[in-house]
DNA sequence: AAACTTCTCAACCGCCTATAA
DNA sequence: TTTATAGGCGGTTGAGAAGTT
């Protein structure tokens, strides 16, 4: 019990590494309450959880945040709000810590800083954007919404020899968003669906050459999530979506949504 | 060199959800 | 159905580093 007293806070020795280390390497992540005791540290399961998610997990990346990198956070942090180890996982050796401390250092003053200024134009490209988050975070087995649904929920797309699932619009429900938004609701329920495809103004994703130019153009918009940038180096291939061309991986950077909701009790990850 | 301020980021805290009993 | 426990998350804090006066 991490309410007990006498266990240790604060920064880890370079001794309690070691000791969690080999713990991990013996008996693997997971069962965090069993940890303390198997590496023999007067430590929490969350201290060692967290200190071994942040710190000693391998492939961790340290340094600085390349352009590419920060573009991409800014890019999903639009999309997906503080939902930090969303974005992390999308962001190979970082830490959902790591993508937290930069943006509350780096990109969130630069963006308060850049929403006050007077000059209109300035403003335009850093304008807040509501963001509709894909709320619940995970969705419990018991979808009493999605009884019966589940098979019209997606469209099959055929791109080669690969089957990709697009929403089927018509049947998605309104889901609950967390805070009132003060733009009038649309009266079918696809609200959250269409915020992931419209651009800051509002618009529908026009399918124009234009909206696949990257990021350059406006770090801050969604259609810029539509370009090669996003997708892995290797084995891309491009389809047409509702006009707009994309990248297959492009579209699987955004199943795992429609994975959530399709999965029918599966977590996150 | 000393005092003070600002910045960075590792770590903590409290809350939420899932699961098992 | 309720309760206890564990895993996980985002918000926040605070110590130390870096910068400034």
Known sequence: MEGMLGLRKGAWTDEEDRLLRKCIEKYGEGK???VPFRAGLNRCRKSCRLRWLNYLRPNIK???????EVDLIIRLHKLLGNRWSLIAGRLP???ANDVKNYWNTHLHKKRISCGATTNDKTRKTCMRVNVIKPQPRTF?????WMSGKSSTLFEKIEVGSNILRKPALSTLP????PSPSPTPQPTHGIQWWESLVVDGEGDQVAPTASSTTGPGDDP???NSLWTEETAPATGQSTFNLEGQTC????????MNIWDLLSAEGQAVN
């Open 32 to 34: 965090w309450h069993q």
């Open 62 to 68: 340290r340094g600085e945040f390349s352009a590419d």
């Open 93 to 95: 050796g970082r830490t």
């Open 140 to 144: 419990s087995k018991n979808l009493s």
């Open 174 to 177: 309104i889901l609950p968003s």
């Open 220 to 222: 801050l918009c969604f």
């Open 247 to 254: 990248w297959i991986n492009d579209f699987s950077l955004d």
